[in-house]
Nanobody, 121 residues
Framework: QVQLVESGGGLVQPGGSLRPSCAASGNIFSTYIMTWYRQAPGKQRELVASIQSGGSTNYAGSVKGRFTISRDNAKNTMYLQMNSLKPEDTAVYFC???????????????WGQGTQVTVSS
């Protein structure tokens, strides 16, 4: 079993910052791609940013230059530093993690429970 625990969402004013995190634990041999998605009310879930085990990153155009994804491989934890937040960043943010199971040595993927980010004055 693998558990993902997200934290760090909240309510912030436009222009503010938040830093949600996603911690993976359980039968993990290694993690490779870790990804943040978000879903706003009435919209489809969209990719925000991803990071590979070696540190390569990818961002959606709408967040490039404002958001920074990072990870701590020793802790199997991913972070999303969100600066200059805008009302249109309001959404539930989900982490999505690809791992190698330590028992089966097979690739598996898991979703976090989501953390609400609200940007409003």
């Amino acid at each position: 079993q693998v558990q993902l625990v997200e934290s760090g969402g909240g309510l912030v004013q436009p222009g503010g910052s938040l830093r949600p995190s996603c911690a993976a634990s359980g039968n993990i041999f290694s993690t490779y791609i870790m990804t943040w998605y978000r879903q706003a009310p009435g919209k489809q879930r969209e990719l925000v940013a991803s990071i590979q085990s070696g540190g390569s990153t990818n961002y959606a155009g709408s967040v490039k230059g404002r958001f920074t994804i990072s990870r701590d491989n020793a802790k199997n934890t991913m972070y999303l530093q969100m600066n200059s937040l805008k009302p249109e960043d309001t959404a539930v943010y989900f982490c999505y993690v690809n791992i190698i199971n330590s028992h089966t040595r097979r690739a598996e993927h898991y979703w976090g429970q989501g953390t609400q980010v609200t940007v409003s004055s």
